[in-house]
Structures are given as structure tokens and as C-alpha cells.
């Protein structure tokens, strides 16, 4: 059988030359790509190939990335910028604080509460140490190493852990803390930053200026006091950020915040987050922008000096003073309120019940209570300080103390160092304070605190609340520490402070604005 020759067409031949030399082509560049640490978000399942831009402005001004040992407000920055978005916790939460699976997908506590067995991810890499390409997988070990850690250099609150008799990593996939006594806050603990888990392999990072975490993006760069650039960390194992590139912008206050915000300029924030309780009115006020509120997890209350020769240790005293103010009056009447209060714990936080009918505002009754000592010469006037933060809260408070009481009320609004110094000598019958709800619960159950507060009635609770072997027996004695607490008037709890999510024209995927003065979860937003 004679095979005939078959010519090809010159112009398939070009096409084929063509198509190979592209694919070796990308291949050549590929692993030079690889070589150079340039193949950052690109080719990789899953991951978007864009160049999408994010800028993010926040209030604080850190100097250092380092998050174990951050104190104050750089603790809260770092906080707010690198959980859930560069670092991941061993226990999750959601915007209602709800605990919820992070790096473990569950876990479980013994009967007697002393041994909690958490099971983790297998599919948790780390980032690259330059933020580019995969790190190490994360497994138990690093749990245990981070652990350790936190321990062994006292690292700030790390005796929330409790008293810790082992932590070991059975295998891979399982944590197993063993205690010497209860502590069914763990779980909690763990959701803060005491659960980030580390690299074991990298103990010669410098955590000033460096973060190696297993979230959705790793740190780029970091310009102390000024900016942080986050990239889409390519080892991420769950969704990808929406966005490539987020630049996150500080700011020494919410006016020079919402001044940038309105600003328009190039560097102006498409996100823009002010401190918990900050007015909303010059975020409202930006054209195209659109606000989200939401409650933070702290609270703004009223200490009361205990000291002996004043005349809130009287505890009749107190209960007046607490019943004087309007509480509803005052959410209506002060930017940057969101809920009244009746008690140490917010509807964001464990151990929360309404409280607000237990010491509910009532003119008739704060007469009964305080008419005996109605003798000016006897009370005199009645001191209230407050810093610059709250002084819209301590005009409103002072002008409602002075018509129920009835009894000159001074208001002193100061600047930090000078608000310090007065609590320090101790001049003051009321302080004016808010908390970032971190320490709420810690703070009442010592008298290790501004007011001096100090109730054995309560702080037993407290110790009973913590020695629970059960989630409910926990909640249900911090209710009573919350009862105890109102009642005997440490504080008077007046409302929780809003949070705010200011978003420029084009911006979505910011849910829920609660708790964005924390925690800020950055991986679903993006600007079209």
C-alpha cells in the first residue's frame, strides 16, 4: 500500500512554534518567579491574580508589630490590625463574641474541668518569613511551643491561662492543657491573643517589625507610627482575601481620622475605623460614605472612691447616686453611645443579663436614700472627673447629678496625665472611665482598682464563677458577681459605647460593625 506524504500548512507550523515557545517560556519565568520570592498571590488554586488596593485607616500609632507583649493602646491596635488577618487563634469568635472553630475545629473539657483537648486543622500553613509562598505547616507542637512561651516570658495577662499543669501535643492534630484547678475561661482566653499560634522553627524573628502568622494576609511592611501594608498571604488555607494589597494607615485621633476620610486625595481611607464611642457625625458628613454602627465590648461607667473618708463609701451614698442618672436620657444625649447598662458585663461579653431595672432611675428614691446627708457641711461638693475622651458624658452626667441630688456636682475634664494624677491622690467622689472590656470582669474582683472598690460578697462570687467545672455554672456566677456588684454600687455602669465602620463610595463586604474597635477582619472587603 503506497503512503502518500502529507504536507503541512506553513501557518499551523508558526501557530505550534509559537505555543511552545510561550509555555516554555512561562515555564523559564515560572522558576525564576519561584527563585526570587516574586510569586506572591498569583497561580496559585484558589487565589485571585488582580492587583486590587485597600486603604484602611485606624487611630493608634504603635512603634512595634510585636502583639505578645503590647500593652494599652498599642495592644488594642495590633489587635484590631493583625487578628484574624495575619494571625489565627486556637478558638474563634464571631461579631457577637460568640465563641466559634479557628485554628481548632472543636474541643472538649473533662467533668472535672481540668483537662481541655482541643483538635486542630491539619491544613494550617504558615507564611513565607518574607510574607511570600509557604511557610512550615502548623501543627500541635507550635501550639504547645507558643504556649510555653507565653509563660515562660510573662507575657501580659498569661495568667488568664490559669494554673497550667501541662500542655502537651499528643500528635499533630491534637492540644491537650491540663490544669491544676478550673478555669472554664480558657476556651475565652484562647480567642484572644494568648491563642495566636507561632512558628517554633523561626525563634530568630524579630516580632518588632515582623509577623508570621497562618491568616489571610502577612505583613508586607511596616512604617512604625504610621502604616502597615498587608499582601494576600499565598498559604493561606481558607478563602482568599478579597482584596491584594491593604494599606492600613495611623492616626493619633478620630478628627484627623474623618479629616483624612474627607480628604479625597489618593491616601485618602476607603475604610475608616474611630475609636469606640467616637462621634459618627464627620464620618456622616464624608460624601458618598456610608456608616455602619455597632456596640464595642467595653463600657463607660463611673467609679466611686471608696476611701474611707469619702462620702461614696457610704453605700446607701452609691445606690443614690446610681439611681440619679437616666441612663436612657443619656444614650439619646451623647455621640458615640449605643445601649444603657445596669451592670459590669455588656450584651457582647459572658455573664451578661440586663440589668438595667436593678438600680433603675428614680428621683424619689435617691431623695430617701441621700436626705440624711443633705447638710451641705456634711457632703459639700460633689467631684466628678473625667479625661477629654468622655467629657460630652461627664457635662450630661453632672447636669443630671445636679437637678436629682440636688447638690453641687464640679466637673473636672482632663487631659490624661492630669486625669491620672487626680486619681492617684485620690480627689475625686466620682471618675468618670471606659473600658476596652478586656479586664471588666478581672477588675471588681480585687479591690485593685481606681475606686478602691471592694466587695467580699462579690469577689467570693468571682472565685466561684472561676472555679466552675461548666460552662453554665460559669455564666450563672458571673450573673450573680454582676447582681452582687450593681447592688452594692462599685460602679455606677451607664452604656455601651458604639463602634463605627465609615466606608468610601464602592466599598462592600464590611457585616457587622461590633467590636471593630478589636477586632477588624479584613479578608471580605473590597473596593470596586
Do not use: C
Given at each position: 500500500?503506497?503512503?502518500?506524504?502529507?504536507?503541512?500548512?506553513p501557518?499551523?507550523?508558526?501557530?505550534?512554534?509559537?505555543?511552545?515557545?510561550?509555555v516554555?517560556g512561562?515555564?523559564?519565568?515560572?522558576v525564576w518567579?519561584?527563585?526570587?520570592?516574586?510569586?506572591?498571590?498569583?497561580?496559585?488554586p484558589?487565589?485571585?491574580?488582580?492587583?486590587?488596593?485597600?486603604?484602611?485607616?485606624?487611630?493608634?500609632?504603635?512603634?512595634?508589630?510585636?502583639?505578645r507583649?503590647?500593652t494599652?493602646?498599642?495592644?488594642?491596635?495590633?489587635?484590631?490590625l493583625?487578628?484574624?488577618?495575619?494571625?489565627?487563634?486556637l478558638?474563634?469568635?464571631?461579631?457577637?463574641?460568640?465563641?466559634?472553630?479557628?485554628?481548632?475545629?472543636?474541643?472538649?473539657?473533662s467533668?472535672?474541668?481540668?483537662?481541655?483537648?482541643?483538635?486542630?486543622?491539619?491544613?494550617?500553613?504558615?507564611?513565607?518569613a518574607?510574607?511570600?509562598?509557604?511557610?512550615?505547616?502548623?501543627?500541635?507542637?507550635d501550639?504547645?511551643?507558643?504556649?510555653?512561651?507565653?509563660?515562660?516570658?510573662?507575657?501580659?495577662?498569661?495568667?488568664?491561662?490559669?494554673?497550667?499543669?501541662?500542655?502537651?501535643?499528643?500528635?499533630?492534630?491534637?492540644?491537650?492543657?491540663?490544669?491544676?484547678s478550673?478555669?472554664?475561661?480558657?476556651?475565652?482566653?484562647?480567642?484572644?491573643?494568648?491563642?495566636?499560634?507561632?512558628?517554633?522553627?523561626?525563634?530568630?524573628?524579630?516580632y518588632?517589625?515582623e509577623?508570621?502568622?497562618?491568616?489571610?494576609?502577612?505583613v508586607?511592611?511596616?512604617?512604625?507610627?504610621?502604616?502597615v501594608?498587608?499582601?494576600?498571604?499565598?498559604?493561606?488555607?481558607?478563602?482568599?482575601?478579597?482584596?491584594?494589597?491593604?494599606?492600613?494607615?495611623l492616626?493619633?485621633?478620630?478628627?484627623?481620622?474623618?479629616?483624612?476620610?474627607a480628604?479625597g486625595?489618593?491616601?485618602?481611607?476607603?475604610?475608616?475605623v474611630?475609636?469606640?464611642?467616637?462621634?459618627?457625625?464627620?464620618?456622616?458628613?464624608?460624601?458618598?460614605?456610608?456608616?455602619?454602627?455597632?456596640m464595642?465590648?467595653?463600657?463607660?461607667?463611673?467609679?466611686?472612691n471608696?476611701?474611707?473618708?469619702?462620702?461614696?463609701?457610704i453605700?446607701?451614698?452609691?445606690?443614690?447616686?446610681q439611681?440619679a442618672?437616666?441612663?436612657?436620657?443619656?444614650?439619646?444625649?451623647?455621640?458615640?453611645?449605643?445601649?444603657?447598662?445596669?451592670?459590669?458585663?455588656?450584651?457582647?461579653?459572658?455573664?451578661?443579663?440586663?440589668?438595667?431595672?436593678?438600680?433603675?432611675?428614680?428621683?424619689?428614691?435617691?431623695?430617701?436614700?441621700?436626705?440624711?446627708?443633705?447638710?451641705?457641711?456634711?457632703?459639700?461638693?460633689?467631684?466628678?472627673i473625667?479625661?477629654?475622651?468622655?467629657?460630652?458624658?461627664?457635662?450630661?452626667?453632672?447636669?443630671?447629678?445636679?437637678?436629682?441630688?440636688?447638690?453641687?456636682?464640679?466637673?473636672?475634664?482632663?487631659?490624661?496625665?492630669?486625669?491620672?494624677?487626680r486619681?492617684?491622690?485620690?480627689?475625686?467622689?466620682?471618675a468618670?472611665?471606659?473600658?476596652?472590656?478586656?479586664?471588666d470582669?478581672?477588675?471588681?474582683?480585687?479591690?485593685?482598682?481606681?475606686?478602691?472598690?471592694?466587695?467580699?460578697?462579690?469577689?467570693?462570687?468571682?472565685?466561684?464563677?472561676?472555679?466552675?467545672?461548666?460552662?453554665?455554672?460559669?455564666?450563672?456566677?458571673?450573673?450573680?458577681?454582676?447582681?452582687?456588684?450593681?447592688?452594692?454600687?462599685?460602679?455606677n455602669?451607664?452604656?455601651?459605647?458604639?463602634?463605627?465602620?465609615?466606608?468610601?463610595?464602592?466599598v462592600?463586604?464590611?457585616g457587622?460593625?461590633?467590636m471593630?474597635?478589636?477586632?477588624?477582619?479584613?479578608?471580605?472587603i473590597?473596593?470596586?
Amino acid at each position: 500500500m503506497q503512503h502518500r506524504e502529507r504536507k503541512q500548512n506553513p501557518v499551523v507550523q508558526w501557530i505550534v512554534f509559537v505555543v511552545v515557545a510561550a509555555v516554555l517560556g512561562a515555564a523559564v519565568w515560572g522558576v525564576w518567579a519561584w527563585r526570587s520570592g516574586r510569586l506572591v498571590d498569583a497561580h496559585l488554586p484558589g487565589v485571585p491574580s488582580d492587583n486590587t488596593t485597600l486603604t484602611v485607616g485606624v487611630t493608634g500609632a504603635p512603634r512595634s508589630l510585636d502583639i505578645r507583649t503590647a500593652t494599652g493602646d498599642d495592644a488594642r491596635t495590633l489587635e484590631q490590625l493583625l487578628m484574624g488577618n495575619v494571625y489565627e487563634t486556637l478558638v474563634g469568635h464571631d461579631h457577637d463574641n460568640k465563641l466559634t472553630p479557628g485554628l481548632a475545629t472543636s474541643w472538649q473539657a473533662s467533668d472535672d474541668g481540668l483537662t481541655y483537648t482541643f483538635h486542630l486543622r491539619g491544613d494550617a500553613r504558615f507564611a513565607g518569613a518574607d510574607g511570600r509562598g509557604e511557610g512550615a505547616r502548623m501543627t500541635a507542637s507550635d501550639a504547645v511551643w507558643s504556649i510555653q512561651q507565653a509563660v515562660k516570658h510573662q507575657w501580659p495577662d498569661h495568667d488568664r491561662l490559669g494554673d497550667l499543669a501541662s500542655v502537651d501535643a499528643p500528635d499533630a492534630t491534637t492540644l491537650t492543657i491540663t490544669l491544676r484547678s478550673p478555669n472554664p475561661a480558657l476556651p475565652r482566653v484562647l480567642a484572644g491573643r494568648l491563642g495566636i499560634v507561632y512558628p517554633s522553627d523561626k525563634t530568630s524573628l524579630d516580632y518588632a517589625t515582623e509577623a508570621v502568622g497562618t491568616g489571610p494576609y502577612a505583613v508586607r511592611s511596616f512604617d512604625p507610627g504610621r502604616q502597615v501594608v498587608l499582601a494576600r498571604n499565598p498559604a493561606h488555607s481558607g478563602t482568599p482575601g478579597a482584596t491584594a494589597t491593604i494599606t492600613v494607615r495611623l492616626f493619633d485621633d478620630d478628627a484627623a481620622l474623618a479629616k483624612a476620610m474627607a480628604g479625597g486625595d489618593g491616601a485618602a481611607p476607603d475604610l475608616a475605623v474611630p475609636s469606640a464611642g467616637a462621634d459618627p457625625a464627620p464620618f456622616r458628613a464624608v460624601e458618598g460614605a456610608t456608616v455602619t454602627q455597632g456596640m464595642g465590648a467595653g463600657s463607660v461607667f463611673l467609679y466611686y472612691n471608696y476611701d474611707a473618708d469619702a462620702i461614696t463609701s457610704i453605700i446607701r451614698v452609691r445606690q443614690g447616686l446610681q439611681q440619679a442618672v437616666d441612663k436612657a436620657a443619656l444614650v439619646q444625649s451623647v455621640p458615640g453611645a449605643s445601649k444603657p447598662l445596669g451592670g459590669v458585663f455588656g450584651p457582647l461579653d459572658d455573664g451578661y443579663e440586663d440589668l438595667t431595672g436593678l438600680m433603675p432611675y428614680d428621683p424619689d428614691t435617691v431623695h430617701r436614700l441621700i436626705t440624711y446627708f443633705y447638710n451641705p457641711n456634711y457632703v459639700g461638693t460633689l467631684r466628678l472627673i473625667a479625661p477629654t475622651a468622655l467629657k460630652a458624658t461627664a457635662d450630661a452626667v453632672g447636669a443630671q447629678l445636679r437637678e436629682t441630688v440636688a447638690r453641687p456636682v464640679q466637673v473636672d475634664v482632663l487631659d490624661d496625665a492630669a486625669f491620672r494624677q487626680r486619681l492617684d491622690e485620690r480627689s475625686f467622689e466620682m471618675a468618670l472611665s471606659q473600658s476596652d472590656g478586656a479586664d471588666d470582669a478581672y477588675a471588681f474582683s480585687t479591690s485593685d482598682n481606681p475606686g478602691h472598690a471592694t466587695s467580699s460578697a462579690a469577689q467570693e462570687q468571682y472565685h466561684q464563677a472561676m472555679a466552675a467545672t461548666s460552662d453554665q455554672a460559669w455564666q450563672d456566677g458571673l450573673k450573680a458577681y454582676a447582681r452582687t456588684l450593681t447592688q452594692e454600687g462599685a460602679a455606677n455602669w451607664l452604656y455601651v459605647p458604639a463602634t463605627t465602620v465609615a466606608t468610601a463610595k464602592g466599598v462592600s463586604g464590611v457585616g457587622s460593625a461590633n467590636m471593630a474597635d478589636r477586632w477588624l477582619p479584613l479578608a471580605g472587603i473590597a473596593k470596586r
